[in-house]
């Protein structure tokens, strides 16, 4: 069938791109041609696979449940007895596909490990609204699924919700669509129901723009909480807002005009957390339907827990809605993902945005930027970026239709992609180090020893980063982190680097769970192990 670049002008324009810039850094890999589904919702766990989720109530997928699982779905339009699974687990090491169970609506649904490593899941739609969920998982070889939890709910219905998993390991679940409240899990004894946060009905104008806010942990253990154009500090012990930050300019910032955000690596004292938001649609794309309005390009950048802090701005070589910021093990941010015209929602964006962006954030203002290799799939509303342990980054997803359209300008995507950054090229293979030996376990103050190998000789110091899995949805990774570790320079100890280690001092730093443990060198980082932080 001939192709009509008339009809489809992103095509031509990254045809373009890639002859112009084929040295850009960065390489694209394809993982998986059809992974049954189009992720809406996407975490990596301890034993190295790939939760993806996506809706149940949107017909049949492309992967089967086993025989003699159906469900009944009342709500669906298209199937009511539904033998398809709406979530899968994806093995990184075989490339192979399993089916989940899933048995009510997780549509725009929140999620966060737990200490133990258990997906906790929350909210949905529909029958979903009220659900809470748990995936354990298990060896690659290991039978492992969803449950539905009998005994407790949601004390408020959540559809757009965020989670935020908090020093004490408890979950505080925020907002929702129409649920201006924040609650707990497991839930707290010495509260009866929901908390209001009035901040989420202040914010809220004629469009939203308070869903799915922005919940980034601080290591003071407050809360920082962006929805639309504005932020406050939240102490979640008292449930009070302790502090409100200036106003953000340049646009609503949260769904439905979503960028992304990240909190930066935390290093040296632990003391200073730095937020970054990039991004998002103009104000009255999402009312008027428009997919040509451009995105917006600036970033704004602010230290939350300074007591006077400003917005410092900066402007992206793009305009990207729906784009996602994903945490590196260096502690640069990979921007990948989304448009560059309309606003989040079905059949509303146009105009892909192909190219990753990197953002150095030791970089002066003007110099943080670089453009990378674009990719030739657009991942548009319902696309999901996650960090790998071998520190690629996992693409999956893109739906902008209310049911599966494969015969759409902008497709339903079932492929899985992976993107590996210029760290990972060819021509640094031979500094790149090997973790050899790490402790499985570690608890806060510890000091413990990392042993690596390097085919060069070491030259500086070797890091050692802890970064967590969070779960990614909507353009937000909820519970990204990334922390710097106190380390000594390497010393040579029979043919191997000894690293001198201490672990985060407390929860707020880094709250307990299984992290992704990476020695970098030179920029360069390892295969993550997997540690267990713990009190």
Not at 3 to 29: D, K, M
Not at 322 to 351: C, H, K, R, Y
Request: aromatic share 10%; with cysteine.
């Amino acid at each position: 069938m001939e192709t009509s670049f008339s009809s489809r002008p992103w095509l031509l324009i990254f045809i373009t791109l890639s002859t112009v810039h084929a040295q850009l850094p960065g390489l694209w890999e394809l993982l998986v041609s059809n992974a049954g589904l189009a992720s809406m919702h996407t975490a990596v766990t301890r034993f190295n696979t790939v939760v993806l989720l996506d809706r149940t109530n949107i017909g049949p997928s492309r992967k089967m449940l086993p025989k003699g699982h159906c469900r009944y779905d009342r709500h669906d339009d298209v199937l009511k007895k539904d033998c398809y699974a709406h979530s899968v687990v994806f093995d990184l090491q075989t490339n192979e596909i399993r089916p989940l169970m899933i048995l009510t609506d997780t549509w725009c649904s929140s999620g966060q490990f737990l200490p133990d490593g258990t997906l906790l899941q929350t909210g949905g739609d529909l029958d979903g609204f009220t659900k809470i969920r748990k995936f354990e998982p298990c060896e690659p070889d290991r039978f492992c699924d969803w449950v539905e939890l009998k005994d407790v709910e949601l004390i408020n219905g959540r559809w757009y919700a965020t989670n935020q998993i908090l020093p004490d390991g408890t979950v505080i679940i925020v907002g929702g669509r129409g649920t201006n409240t924040v609650e707990y899990y497991p839930p707290r004894k010495t509260q009866s129901g929901a908390v209001e946060l009035k901040f989420l009905a202040e914010v809220e104008d004629n469009q939203m723009d308070n869903l799915y806010p922005y919940v980034h942990l601080l290591p003071n253990s407050h809360l920082f909480i962006f929805a639309n154009n504005k932020a406050v500090m939240y102490d979640h012990e008292d449930n009070k807002v302790i502090h409100e930050y200036p106003e953000l300019f340049g646009g609503p910032r949260n769904y439905p005009s979503a960028g992304s955000s990240v909190m930066l690596a935390l290093d040296g004292d632990f003391k200073t957390a730095v937020i970054v938001i990039c991004g998002g649609a103009e104000y009255g794309a999402f009312i008027e339907r428009s997919t040509d309005t451009p995105a917006h390009g600036s970033c704004g950048r602010i230290i939350a827990t300074d007591p006077n802090p400003v917005w410092e701005m900066e402007d992206m070589p793009f305009g990207r809605v729906m784009g996602d910021m994903v945490m590196l093990p260096t502690g640069d941010v990979l921007i990948i993902n989304g448009a560059q015209s309309g606003t989040q929602g079905f059949e509303m964006a146009s105009n892909p945005c192909l190219n990753p962006v990197l953002y150095r954030p030791d970089q002066p203002i003007g110099l943080r930027f670089m453009t990378l290799n674009p990719g030739t799939v657009p991942r548009m509303y319902h696309s999901t970026a996650n960090l790998l342990p071998d520190g690629r980054v996992l693409l999956a997803g893109s739906n902008p239709h209310y049911l599966y359209n494969f015969a759409a300008e902008f497709p339903t995507e079932l492929r899985l992609e992976a993107f590996s950054p210029e760290y990972l090229s060819l021509d640094r293979a031979n500094i790149r180090p090997v973790i050899e030996g790490i402790p499985e376990t570690v608890r806060y103050g510890e000091a413990f020893d990392v042993f690596v190998t390097v085919p060069l000789p070491v030259v500086g110091v070797v890091e050692v980063n802890f970064g967590n899995a969070p779960f990614a949805t909507h353009s937000f990774s909820q519970g990204q982190r990334l922390v710097k570790l106190t380390v000594t320079p390497s010393v040579p100890v029979d043919g191997r680097y000894r690293i001198k280690c201490t672990a985060p001092p407390n929860g707020a730093v880094a709250p307990p769970g299984y992290y992704m443990a990476f020695a970098v060198n030179q920029g360069v980082p390892s295969v993550a192990r997997w540690v267990h932080l713990v009190p």
